[in-house]
T-cell receptor
């Protein structure tokens, strides 16, 4: 079984400050990991994904995440927050071999303080 | 390239009625996934269709059902609606059955059960 834990349901940062959203996973097989963003009243937009290879993954809008197998983590970061980053962020792990569903964390709502 | 589309945007039903939600995947994608995002319950996997077949379903009662058409579009049917079925229903599509492929999400259908 796979699971994802997102630490902190709400995170507030000042505009220009570092954004750090935490995600830890549990998986019995090598994980495929994703970060999605959801703006109010919209669907999910893919930010970035890790499958294999380089453990530092760069995504859209200046976000990146690092896969750390020893820590079972896939934290999302952005060096400098922008007002437009305010949204809800979801970490997800994907199964395989007939179980390709995404299992999501509970989400982190990011607020940017002007 | 057009993304995943869903219709209707909003749907209001009363308890006991049936609801039908529709999804058109990205051109060339053969897999369609349905997820429910209910308040307080997070994002939960409902159903996965590929090449016209139901491949997997989540922990939902049988009154949640669906199908995939030859053109890979899909519909989700919810029978005997209950108040707790009120949620945002998200459809996603992907190209491959297995491997590292990404699920791309539509804007969702907001179902309200009165």
């Amino acid at each position: 079984a796979q699971s994802v834990t997102q630490l902190g349901s709400h995170v507030s940062v000042s505009e220009g400050a570092l954004v750090l959203l935490r995600c830890n996973y549990s998986s019995s097989v090598p994980p495929y990991l994703f970060w999605y963003v959801q703006y109010p009243n919209q669907g999910l937009q893919l930010l970035l994904k890790y499958t294999t290879g380089a453990t530092l993954v760069k995504g859209i809008n200046g976000f990146e995440a690092e896969f750390k197998k020893s820590e079972t983590s896939f934290h999302l970061t952005k060096p400098s927050a922008h007002m437009s980053d305010a949204a809800e962020y979801f970490c997800a792990v994907r199964g395989n071999f007939g179980n390709e569903k995404l299992t999501f964390g509970t989400g982190t709502r990011l607020t940017i303080i002007p | 390239e057009a993304g995943v589309t869903q219709s209707p945007t909003h749907l209001i039903k009363t308890r006991g009625q049936q609801a039908t939600l529709r999804c058109s995947p990205i051109s060339g994608h053969t897999s369609v996934y349905w997820y429910q995002q209910a308040l307080g319950l997070g994002l939960q996997f409902l159903l996965w269709y590929d090449e016209g077949e139901e491949r997997n379903r989540g922990n939902f009662p049988p009154r949640f059902s669906g199908r995939q058409f030859p053109n890979y579009s899909s519909e989700l049917n919810v029978n005997a609606l209950e108040l707790e079925d009120s949620a945002l229903y998200l459809c996603a599509s992907s190209l491959e059955v297995a491997g590292t492929d990404t699920q791309y999400f539509g804007p969702g259908t907001r179902l309200t059960v009165l």
